[in-house]
C-alpha cells in the first residue's frame, strides 16, 4: 500500500516558475494552485505531461483508450484565480479567461492563436512573443496568424511583436513582418536557431519578462509582485 501524498507546501515568495517536459500525478496537478504559489507573477510551461486521470472525464478517457493511448499530453495551464499572473508562455491555445487577467507578455506559437483566441488577451497586454518551430514557419501558418491579426487590428496594434526566426526562412518572415507592419504593428525579429530548433531553456521570455518590468518602473506604473 502506498503512502498517501503529502501536500505541497506553501511558496509564498515564489514569483516566477519554468515547467517543462514534466510528469505529473493527478495529485500533483490539482496542487498547483494559488494557494501553494500567491504570488506567481510568471509562468512557463511546454510539453508538461498529466496522467489522464486529472483529465476526469468518463468520455475523454474512453476516446483516449480507443486511439490506443494510456495518457495524455495535455499542457498545463493556470486557473484563472492567480491575482499577480502578468506574463504566461505556453504550448497551448490561450485561455479565455486571459482577457479577466492584467497579462502583459503572452509567448505561444502562432499555430495557437486564431482570431477567436486573439479576441480573447488582456488589452494590457504588452509583449506577445511567438514560439517559432520549423512546422510553424510555413506560408499557411504565418497567412492564417497574419489574418487573425487584421481581424483584431484595434487590439494587436499596441502589442510589441516578436519572432525568433530561423535563417532558412527569413523571406517568408520578411513577408510576414511586413504585413504585421502594414497594420500598425511594431515587430521586433530576434535570430532563432539553426533548421527551426529551439534551446531547451529559451531566455527570450524571460528578456521579455524584465524589459516590461523594467518599462513599468519608469512609466511609474504599479510594479507587478
Known amino acids: 500500500m502506498t503512502s498517501p501524498q503529502r501536500p505541497l507546501p506553501k511558496l509564498s515568495s515564489l514569483k516566477r516558475l519554468y515547467i517543462h517536459n514534466c510528469q505529473l500525478s493527478d495529485q500533483t496537478f490539482d496542487s498547483l494552485t494559488p494557494l ?133 526562412y527569413m523571406e517568408i518572415w520578411e513577408a510576414f513582418v511586413a504585413g504585421c507592419e502594414a497594420i500598425g504593428m511594431r515587430v521586433v525579429v530576434e535570430e532563432g536557431g539553426k533548421n527551426g530548433e529551439r534551446a531547451p531553456f529559451d531566455v527570450g521570455f524571460w528578456k521579455a519578462v524584465n524589459e516590461v518590468k523594467e518599462r513599468m518602473g519608469k512609466e511609474e506604473q504599479p510594479e507587478w509582485e
Open 36 to 168: 501553494v504559489f500567491p504570488s506567481l507573477s510568471a509562468l512557463a510551461c511546454e510539453g508538461n505531461i498529466s496522467l489522464i486521470s486529472a483529465l476526469g472525464t468518463a468520455s475523454i478517457q474512453a476516446a483516449l483508450r480507443s486511439a490506443r493511448m494510456s495518457s495524455s499530453i495535455i499542457p498545463f495551464l493556470p486557473s484563472p484565480q492567480y491575482p499577480h499572473l502578468r506574463a504566461l508562455s505556453t504550448s497551448s491555445p490561450p485561455p479565455a479567461w486571459l482577457a479577466k487577467e492584467s497579462l502583459l507578455v503572452l509567448e505561444c506559437s502562432a499555430s495557437n492563436l486564431t482570431a477567436e483566441t486573439i479576441s480573447h488577451l488582456s488589452l494590457s497586454l504588452r509583449i506577445a512573443r511567438l514560439k517559432s518551430k520549423g512546422e510553424e514557419q510555413q506560408d499557411e501558418t504565418l497567412d492564417s496568424f497574419l489574418k487573425a491579426l487584421r481581424a483584431n487590428v484595434e487590439l494587436v496594434k499596441e502589442w510589441e511583436l516578436r519572432v525568433s526566426v530561423d535563417r532558412l
